[in-house]
Structure formats: structure tokens, C-alpha cells
């Protein structure tokens, strides 16, 4: 079993910066596609950056290509999304989920359904 801890949620002002962590306690995530996922209030659940086990492929949606980057440590402990230029509209709470595909794989399964471990969730705010 695989516990996601996501972290670094909060209010923002419009155009700000945030940078959400994920990592699994104890474990490391090198067996893992993981993918950074949000939903917001009346909304269904969004893919937002995926990045491989290999940590050599990352796909990111047109809604936020050129203002989310998703990136893994060298330990391949914790995987991170780095935000900028926020806008209202990234208002909601994003998860990330874990995928099991191996060591060193290019793989990225394309569907949340494929996704078997999923974190809490964080709460991101873009208000002024």
C-alpha cells in the first residue's frame, strides 16, 4: 500500500507562485507514474502534469502548459509541482495519485483511472 502526502496548498493572489510536494513517507516513488490531478467545486476531476517513473517524460495540460512544471528529486522521493502565474480559475483542491509502472519506465498511463493510490488533497486559493 502507498500513502501520497500532498503539501504546499494555500491563498494566493492572482499571478503568484506556489510549489505542491508530494512524496510518500518512507517510500520511495521510482515504481510510480505519478500525476498531479485537481477538481474544482461543481467540476469534474482535471489531469494537470504527469511525470514518468524514469522521471524522463512529463506530459501537462493545455490549461496550464507554460505555468505548471512537474519535477521529481534525485531520490525519486518526492514529486513536486511548481506553479506560477496563477489565475482564478487553478482555484481547487489538487491530488496527486501514483501509478505503478515499473522502474525506469517512459509510461504514462493516460487515464485517472489507472491511478490505484491517490493523496488528500490540497487546497490551492487564487483570490485577491
Known amino acids: 500500500q502507498l500513502q501520497l502526502v500532498e503539501s504546499g496548498g494555500g491563498l494566493i493572489q492572482p499571478g503568484g507562485s506556489l510549489r505542491l510536494s508530494c512524496a510518500a513517507p518512507?517510500?520511495?516513488?521510482?515504481?510510480?507514474?505519478i500525476g498531479w490531478f485537481r477538481q474544482a467545486p461543481g467540476k469534474e476531476r482535471e489531469g494537470v502534469s504527469y511525470?514518468?517513473?524514469?522521471?524522463?517524460?512529463?506530459v501537462t495540460a493545455d490549461s496550464v502548459k507554460g505555468r505548471f512544471t512537474i519535477s521529481v528529486d534525485n531520490d525519486k522521493k518526492t514529486v513536486y509541482l511548481q506553479m506560477n502565474s496563477l489565475k482564478t480559475e487553478d482555484t481547487a483542491i489538487y491530488y496527486c495519485?501514483?501509478?505503478?509502472?515499473?522502474?525506469?519506465?517512459?509510461?504514462?498511463?493516460?487515464?485517472?483511472?489507472?491511478?490505484?493510490?491517490w493523496g488528500q488533497g490540497t487546497q490551492v486559493t487564487v483570490s485577491s
Open positions: 511525470i514518468s517513473s524514469s522521471g524522463g517524460r512529463t
Open positions: 495519485a501514483a501509478a505503478v509502472t515499473g522502474v525506469n519506465s517512459l509510461t504514462i498511463p493516460a487515464s485517472g483511472g489507472e491511478y490505484h493510490y
Open positions: 518512507g517510500k520511495s516513488l521510482k515504481y510510480y507514474a
